[in-house]
């Protein structure tokens, strides 16, 4: 089952095929290039791997539905890498499973990686940690689970037979967290060597926050490019800041469809040796297990080439861009605006972003004109002047041209700024993935589509 990023989730076929493919292609290839970047990586240590257990239906005829994500209890060796003990991947409620990641890795003083699929769980278990340190400190000195969390009885027993009093390392917790939470993975676990997560597309603002202040002088490694179709490509360069991806060539075939064509009636695919360096283009991929030239909605740049395979970089999704007008301003142009116009509102930092086109709101638009309604979590400010809302408008207009034309003509109306109280792109997320069940495949979609998404961010607005 897709996430449901850019439309609908989708139900796909999955074969042990596919897994191997996974694991041979990719997993082992960017083991060994973690390895060579991070030597201390390999070291006998524990991971605080991040997941979260699915709750997988099946159709009529048995075939089990659910993400396509391998859990950790799918082998017990596998359990031996991680901080957190088999019973709390029993746990479906995604609060207290996540408590549990948080507890036992905070007994472990020598945790070495903290790994998630993406850079945004990542950031919201910390955001967790700073909201129930005390709490959590607490179990860690007596050696219990609070009873805040709903857990089965059983689960709970099984559990608490893993514990053991600790009050020396709830002491050295509680001094650090007292201290803040600037810098605070390392201050908590002082031996980590990364953390292993995607940070590019619409995980790049997460990354920059871990990196700016919980993770503070960590290395991220973004090792997939990858979808619920299959593997695409692997980073074979974990050092480099822009993240780039080899495609994988005996994962899936790869066409490819240049971008200034995808508007046209017809047009002729490309494939790997055709592509030209620093060129965009649409992937159309061919599996083994049924998709045969599937358009996926990538759009890449191919950044240059690896013997003669084409490294990418990922750009954007298609069905995440806004167009009210035939203006097409996709997501990595909106959010370069974005971070420009929050660099000149002192004091701001981008917690989590939004869009919608007016189109979809009905009454609550706010505007006779079409246009963009945006809408923001930042931290450090309370609330934005005219002025400075107006400003997010003036970079975009700086950076497209064809949008700041529509703007001129009055084609577009100014966009609408607005600030929703902290947490609501949290609860925002869990509405969604209630739905799907896709947690650990979960994107932020950018471009929201649906006006009950958008009715209830209008029902967060603080300002």
């Known amino acids: ?48 791997k991040l997941f979260y257990s699915p709750t997988v239906c099946h159709s009529e005829g048995g075939i089990p539905i659910g993400p396509n994500s391998s859990t950790p209890t799918s082998s017990k ?35 070495g990686t903290i790994e998630s699929n993406f850079c945004s769980s990542v950031f919201y278990a910390f955001r967790a940690l700073e909201e129930r340190w005390e709490e959590l400190v607490d179990d860690v000195e007596v050696g219990g689970i609070s009873r805040t969390l709903e857990l089965d009885g059983q ?19 509680r001094a650090q967290f007292s201290e803040g939470f600037q810098g605070i993975a390392l201050r908590v676990w002082p031996h980590l060597h990364l953390v292993l997560a995607v940070d590019s597309g619409s995980n790049h603002i997460y990354g920059d926050l871990l990196r700016q202040h919980y993770c503070k002088d960590l290395p ?25 991806y ?9 066409e490819f469809l240049p971008e200034e064509d995808l508007d046209s009636e017809q047009f002729q695919t490309l494939r790997m040796h ?14 083994a297990t049924g998709l045969y030239r599937y358009r996926i ?13 084409p490294v990418v970089e990922f750009l954007y999704r298609r069905g995440q861009m806004l167009n009210v007008r035939g203006e097409k301003v996709s997501e990595a142009m909106f959010l370069g605006a974005l971070k420009n116009a929050v660099s000149q509102w002192p004091g701001a930092k981008l917690v989590d972003y939004c869009c919608a086109e007016s189109g979809i709101l009905g009454d609550s638009s706010g505007g006779a004109q079409p246009h963009y309604q945006v809408f923001l979590e930042l931290k450090g400010v309370r609330n934005l002047t005219e002025e400075q809302r107006y400003k997010l408008d003036c970079c975009l207009q700086a950076d497209s041209a064809v949008y700041r034309s529509f703007r001129i003509k009055g084609s577009i109306g100014p966009m609408r700024v607005q600030l929703v109280s902290q947490g609501a792109f949290e609860e925002l997320k869990g509405h969604m993935v209630s739905f799907s069940n896709t947690s650990n495949t979960f994107k932020m979609h950018r471009v929201i589509r649906k006006k009950e998404y958008a009715d209830f961010l209008l029902g967060k607005t603080v300002s």
């Not at 996430?3 to 997993?27: A, E, H, I, P, R």
């Not at 592509?275 to 159309?284: A, D, P, Q, T």
């Not at 909605?297 to 395979?309: L, P, T």
Request: charged share 20%.
């Open 220 to 244: 991220f490694y973004s090792l997939f490019y990858a979808a619920t179709e299959g593997l695409i490509g692997v980073n074979l360069w974990p050092l480099e800041e822009k993240r780039q």
């Open 297 to 309: 909605g990538d759009i890449v740049k191919v950044a240059g080439f690896h013997n003669q395979c």
């Open 274 to 287: 055709q592509v030209e360096e620093g060129k965009n283009y649409e992937l159309v991929i061919t599996n």
């Open 77 to 111: 060796h596998m359990l031996y890498l991680y901080t957190t003990p088999a019973p709390a991947f029993q746990v479906l409620n995604e609060r207290d499973a996540l408590y549990l990641h948080l507890l036992f890795a905070l007994k472990d003083p020598h945790v």
């Open 155 to 173: 689960v709970r027993l099984a559990l608490e037979k893993l514990l053991r009093p600790d009050p020396g390392r709830a002491s050295e917790l």
């Open 1 to 48: 089952m897709t996430s449901g990023t850019s439309g609908s989730s989708n139900m796909l076929l999955s074969t042990k095929d596919t897994s191997t493919d996974f694991f041979l292609q990719g997993v082992c290839v960017g083991v060994d290039a973690m390895r060579k970047a991070f030597p201390g990586s390999l070291s006998l240590q524990r991971t605080l």
């Open 246 to 254: 080899l495609l994988c060539p005996r994962s899936m075939f790869c």
